[in-house]
């Protein structure tokens, strides 16, 4: 196992690009016209990892494991040429192995065809050998690389929580999105002291997080720095002290307080001198903008992050899982509308009579594009079916390739 992040396979192999993101999914791009219906199945197939590792019992670790193994292997794989729900099946199991939380091989065939039923998979397998045939083929396309850095082990760092260890866990951690220096938060002394509510609000955005695909772009400790910022900027618990550091350090405020006028001394000389007392002996709040300012990473990558992370949580609102989406079934947007999103144009002649034309599909502007309709898991999973046919459909129809004649005489003649 590695040292630290930088000298793993995690970063050397499997930090990637957008656009080795987009070549990926050229292949499935055949069929899918609109790009963000990957994003809703990242959600939706999300969505079942997790439930299926709830099932088993599995800790928070396993489970993020599991998400990451996922993405790794569709890195190398189109989801069109592939059942994706063997390989969630696949992924819960090998990754309970590398995190030494192993269980049979059978617990995980029954708690994932129950899983996948009530999305009405019906051929899901039943025999183990699959299964294991699908390990296989899982671990050769991770080549072996079982060790996952996650982000949790930053924030717990950060805050100084126990199995952070502090510190010195994680020196010498420089790279892309850090800048000159032996840590990433500064110096590392010092901790950020979180509420506890707050810091449970961190974890559960890194626990969404493994929705997307951002493990595969990022570094673990811009994505657990991206999810404090988040956390910091809207959690209600944490809106006044951010309010006060930002108040202490405005020099408006600092001369206002110079200039407001003193108290009355109290005519008790013992009284005021216990409340001098109390005063000194009392903290000063933690300088929460100081402390994020002297982190030692890139800030423009820490703000990119927040982007993706703000963006998802848009997106996720449009996903309406199984158990509500009767609250919006009369908004479902149509399978087609996922599928190919085309227009009708019309073009007229030289007299201005219109002439009927159907033009292929165009690409959509995102940055007008009106509010969509709620998506609910039944029609991801319908347009998926769709686009399976579809390659399957094109993968018969294909012709053979030429056959060279002379070529299968000589094959065909029997030399003595």
Same mark, same amino acid.
Request: charged share 25%; aromatic share 10%.
């Given at each position: 196992?590695?040292?630290?992040?930088?000298?793993?396979?995690?970063?050397?192999?499997?930090?990637?690009?957008?656009?080795?993101?987009?070549?990926?999914?050229?292949?499935?791009?055949?069929?899918?016209?609109?790009?963000?219906?990957?994003?809703?199945?990242?959600?939706?197939?999300?969505?079942?990892?997790?439930?299926?590792?709830?099932?088993?019992?599995?800790?928070?670790? %396993?489970?993020?494991?599991?998400?990451?193994?996922?993405?790794?292997?569709?890195?190398?794989?189109?989801?069109?040429?592939?059942?994706?729900?063997?390989?969630?099946?696949?992924?819960?199991?090998?990754?309970?192995?590398?995190?030494?939380? =192993?269980?049979?091989?059978?617990?995980?065939?029954?708690?994932?065809?129950?899983?996948?039923?009530?999305?009405?998979?019906?051929?899901?397998?039943?025999?183990?050998?699959?299964?294991?045939?699908?390990?296989?083929?899982?671990?050769?396309?991770?080549?072996?690389?079982?060790?996952?850095?996650?982000?949790?082990?930053?924030?717990?760092?950060?805050?100084?929580?126990?199995?952070?260890?502090?510190?010195?866990?994680?020196?010498?951690?420089?790279?892309? *999105?850090?800048?000159?220096? =032996?840590?990433?938060?500064?110096?590392?002394?010092?901790?950020?002291?979180?509420?506890?509510?707050?810091? $449970? #609000?961190?974890?559960?955005?890194?626990?969404?997080?493994?929705?997307?695909?951002?493990?595969?772009?990022?570094?673990?400790?811009?994505?657990?720095? *991206?999810?404090?910022? %988040?956390?910091?900027?809207?959690?209600? +618990?944490?809106?006044?002290?951010?309010? $006060?550091?930002?108040?202490?350090?405005?020099?408006?405020?600092?001369?206002?307080?110079? +200039?407001? =006028?003193?108290?009355?001394?109290?005519?008790?000389?013992?009284?005021?001198?216990?409340?001098?007392?109390?005063?000194?002996?009392?903290?000063?709040?933690?300088?929460?903008?100081?402390?994020?300012? *002297?982190?030692?990473?890139?800030?423009?990558?820490?703000?990119?992050?927040?982007?993706?992370?703000?963006?998802?949580?848009?997106?996720?609102?449009?996903?309406?899982?199984?158990?509500?989406?009767?609250?919006?079934?009369?908004?479902?947007?149509?399978?087609?509308?996922?599928? +190919?999103?085309?227009?009708?144009?019309?073009?007229?002649?030289?007299?201005? #009579?219109?002439?009927?034309?159907?033009?292929?599909?165009?690409?959509?502007?995102?940055?007008?594009?009106?509010?969509?309709?709620? %998506? +609910?898991?039944?029609?991801?999973?319908?347009?998926?079916?769709?686009?399976?046919?579809?390659?399957?459909?094109?993968?018969?129809?294909?012709?053979?390739?030429?056959?060279?004649?002379?070529?299968?005489?000589?094959?065909?003649?029997?030399?003595?």
């Amino acid at each position: 196992m590695a040292a630290d992040f930088w000298s793993s396979s995690h970063h050397k192999r499997w930090i990637v690009d957008r656009a080795a993101l987009k070549q990926a999914r050229a292949e499935d791009m055949r069929y899918v016209k609109d790009p963000l219906f990957f994003d809703l199945f990242n959600i939706f197939t999300g969505n079942l990892i997790a439930r299926i590792c709830k099932k088993l019992g599995f800790r928070q670790r %396993v489970t993020a494991t599991a998400s990451v193994f996922f993405r790794r292997f569709y890195l190398k794989n189109s989801y069109c040429e592939t059942d994706p729900f063997i390989v969630i099946a696949a992924c819960c199991y090998v990754a309970a192995k590398a995190e030494e939380f =192993p269980v049979h091989i059978k617990t995980v065939i029954n708690e994932s065809r129950s899983a996948f039923s009530r999305l009405g998979v019906k051929n899901f397998p039943t025999d183990n050998s699959k299964l294991a045939e699908m390990e296989f083929y899982l671990v050769s396309d991770l080549e072996c690389d079982f060790v996952v850095f996650h982000p949790y082990r930053t924030l717990m760092a950060i805050c100084g929580k126990e199995g952070g260890k502090g510190s010195d866990q994680e020196a010498g951690e420089h790279g892309f *999105g850090v800048n000159d220096g =032996p840590r990433y938060w500064g110096t590392g002394e010092g901790k950020l002291l979180l509420q506890e509510s707050a810091f $449970q #609000n961190v974890w559960l955005i890194i626990n969404d997080l493994y929705r997307t695909e951002l493990c595969l772009i990022y570094p673990p400790h811009l994505i657990a720095i *991206g999810a404090l910022m %988040v956390t910091l900027a809207y959690h209600t +618990s944490m809106k006044p002290i951010i309010q $006060q550091a930002h108040n202490e350090r405005t020099p408006s405020n600092s001369n206002k307080l110079q +200039s407001s =006028p003193q108290p009355r001394r109290s005519g008790r000389t013992g009284h005021s001198e216990k409340e001098k007392e109390k005063e000194k002996d009392k903290k000063p709040p933690q300088d929460v903008i100081g402390f994020l300012a *002297g982190l030692n990473v890139s800030m423009s990558a820490v703000g990119t992050v927040v982007q993706e992370i703000l963006s998802f949580y848009t997106l996720w609102d449009l996903f309406t899982d199984e158990k509500n989406q009767d609250t919006f079934k009369s908004a479902q947007p149509s399978t087609s509308n996922l599928l +190919s999103r085309g227009t009708a144009g019309v073009k007229r002649d030289a007299s201005g #009579n219109p002439i009927q034309e159907t033009l292929p599909p165009a690409p959509i502007d995102f940055a007008n594009e009106p509010p969509r309709e709620p %998506v +609910s898991a039944a029609s991801i999973l319908q347009a998926f079916v769709k686009m399976r046919e579809a390659r399957m459909a094109d993968l018969a129809n294909q012709r053979p390739p030429p056959v060279n004649k002379m070529l299968e005489k000589t094959q065909n003649m029997n030399i003595d």
